[in-house]
């Protein structure tokens, strides 16, 4: 009897254990069907191309292309956002929100400016789809120039007051293009244009520069006008600077705002750039700044600037004055400025 009853327990707990089992596996079952469910309802992102090759263009030239794409899950695309590279402008050009089976389109517009040769430009597509966030896509070109100017800048360096100097600047057609250069010039006083000789393709200019009357850093443009409609106007930059017996830096002292009673210092380097050339005389305003000079090396000077203010508050705008023997710079004035508080 009690054998009996052991077996019915056993087969009461084995038909319980059974049913939890089974319980257990109907729920991974239907869970596993939720989790399908889930995903079948999300956005697909796909486009009908990921790379755009425009071939062989100008410089100058712009171009647009648009890249399509399909929602191709069950749920609604969402389009948070298109971000392009520098040089091109991305933007969706359909509505936001895609749903199923619906398409789209990204315009990508390029202006290739000043781009030359093989070059290549990333837009991003970020979205909802679970799988593909982030899609990139990628336009190409191949740039030629219709005309090319060489050097592409003109950099003159350190030219002494007085000196001259010179520089050639290279103009090309693109061979059968009929292109033509119809005027160089430049609006800079102290640059003479000279045409030295001339081909069927090519044209050479002597770029002179003589009689500046500045010192300091100078800059501007050389202007190349052509009859071609897609660069009808090419912009050559040029910079140099101009010195003369004595150079400094920097050429104004700011301290900037500062609190009353508390004394600052600031420093300024003076550079003979002729050997016979000496400092005679320094002055300083206002009365409540003070200086020290001191050699660098065989050929500059350090001069310290301090500013003790005292009690006074308000703005402060004064000078150090540097005489020197030279004829070309015999007074340098360096302005100080500094705001002071309490």
């Not at 509505?95 to 991003?124: D, H, Q, R, T």
């Amino acid at each position: 009897m009690r054998k009996m009853a052991m077996y019915g327990f056993v087969l009461l707990l084995a038909l319980v254990v059974g049913n939890a089992i089974d319980g257990i596996a109907d729920d991974k079952i239907q869970g596993g069907g939720k989790l399908k469910n889930a995903e079948s309802i999300a956005p697909a992102i796909q486009f009908d191309a990921y790379t755009h090759d425009f071939g062989r263009i100008y410089s100058g030239e712009k171009v647009i292309h648009k890249f399509k794409f399909k929602n191709h899950g069950d749920g609604e695309l969402i389009i948070d956002k298109v971000k392009s590279a520098c040089g091109c402008t991305a933007a969706l050009s359909t509505k936001k929100n895609i749903k199923k089976n619906e398409e789209g389109e990204i315009e990508v517009k390029f202006n290739s400016g000043k781009y030359v040769g093989k070059i290549a430009k990333s837009i991003f597509v970020h979205s909802n789809d679970p799988v593909n966030p982030k899609v990139k896509l990628v336009i190409e070109m191949n740039i030629i120039e219709e005309v090319s100017v060489t050097p592409k800048r003109i950099n003159f360096g350190v030219i002494r007051m007085g000196s001259s100097c010179s520089a050639n600047l290279e103009i090309k057609t693109l061979p059968g293009s009929k292109i033509k250069i119809l005027k160089v010039e430049t609006n800079f006083p102290y640059i003479k244009l000279k045409e030295k000789d001339k081909g069927e393709d090519a044209l050479n200019y002597e770029v002179a520069l003589r009689g500046v009357e500045e010192f300091g850093k100078f800059n501007g443009f050389i202007f190349v006008h052509t009859n071609s409609e897609k660069k009808p106007k090419i912009d050559v930059p040029f910079n140099g600077e101009v010195i003369g017996d004595i150079t400094y830096y920097p050429n104004k002292l700011s301290f900037g705002t500062v609190r009353k009673n508390r004394e600052v210092k600031k420093t300024v380097i003076v550079t003979l750039v002729e050997k016979s050339i000496e400092i005679e005389k320094i002055e300083i305003e206002p009365a409540f700044m003070t200086y020290n000079i001191s050699p660098l090396n065989d050929d500059s000077r350090v001069i310290s600037v301090h500013m003790n203010q005292g009690d006074f508050t308000g703005t402060v705008n004064g000078s150090l004055l540097i005489y020197s023997n030279s004829s070309l710079q015999p007074e340098i004035c360096i302005p100080i400025s500094a705001t002071i508080n309490d």
